[in-house]
């Protein structure tokens, strides 16, 4: 069985600094790894994913990640934050690439940028 | 949003009655899902389809139903909601991206049971 944990249901930063967001999973088999972003009111919307290639992934709106097998994590990143990136963010892991694939999601980190 | 609609987007209905919600999408993609949101938790898996009349469990499948009777249509049956069964409700769609594949949501429906 999969699982994922974010740490922190809730991130304050300020706008400019770093955002930092915690994800670690467990699977028994490679995993396949996406970060997920969730504006109010809204569905989810793909940030960015990792699928064996890369280990530093680079996705949309500044965002990056880098998978750690060692550690088992998949932290995101963003430099600098700005007031757009106040939304839920959830890291989720999926056990094949392939069409059909079930994603588990982590519980979520909500994201609050103070100008 | 790949072509997803829900319906309907906001419904209140009462414990003990039977609820029915859609996923329509436009583009005949053969895996459709069905997820509920609630806070703490993330997204938890209801139900899937991996083609017309081809459904199985997920995660919380207890007190729910699915049907798809055509590619494009996926229901979801509440068959006599319960309090715990208030969510937000999420479909979700499979697309074969070549090498790996990525999953686009709708907008989701918020169901209220009191």
């Known amino acids: 069985a999969q699982s994922v944990t974010q740490l922190g249901s809730h991130v304050s930063v300020s706008e400019g600094a770093l955002v930092l967001l915690r994800c670690n999973y467990s699977?028994?088999?490679?995993?396949?790894l996406f970060w997920y972003v969730q504006y109010p009111n809204q569905g989810l919307q793909l940030l960015l994913k990792?699928?064996?290639?890369?280990?530093l992934v680079k996705g949309i709106n500044g965002f990056e990640a880098e998978f750690k097998k060692s550690e088992t994590s998949f932290h995101l990143t963003k430099p600098s934050a700005h007031m757009s990136d106040a939304a839920e963010y959830f890291c989720?892991?999926?056990?094949?690439?392939?069409?059909?694939?079930?994603?588990?999601f982590g519980g979520g980190t909500r994201v609050l940028v103070k100008p | 949003d790949a072509g997803i609609t829900q319906s309907p987007r906001h419904k209140v209905t009462e414990t003990g009655t039977p609820v029915t919600l859609r996923c329509h999408q436009t583009?005949?993609?053969?895996?459709m899902y069905w997820y509920r949101q609630d806070p703490g938790h993330g997204l938890r898996l209801i139900h899937y389809?991996?083609?017309?009349?081809?459904?199985d469990k997920g995660e919380v499948s207890d007190g729910y139903s699915v049907s798809r009777s055509k590619t494009e249509d996926f229901l979801l049956t509440l068959e006599s909601a319960t309090s715990s069964q208030t969510s937000v409700y999420f479909c979700?769609?499979?697309?074969?991206?070549?090498?790996?594949?990525?999953?686009?949501f709708g907008q989701g429906t918020r169901l209220t049971v009191v």
């Open positions: 583009e005949n993609h053969r895996y």
């Open positions: 979700a769609i499979s697309v074969d991206r070549g090498a790996n594949t990525e999953a686009f």
């Open positions: 389809s991996y083609g017309v009349k081809d459904t």
């Open positions: 990792y699928t064996s290639a890369a280990t």
């Open positions: 989720a892991v999926s056990d094949s690439r392939a069409a059909g694939n079930k994603l588990t």
């Open positions: 699977s028994s088999v490679p995993p396949y």
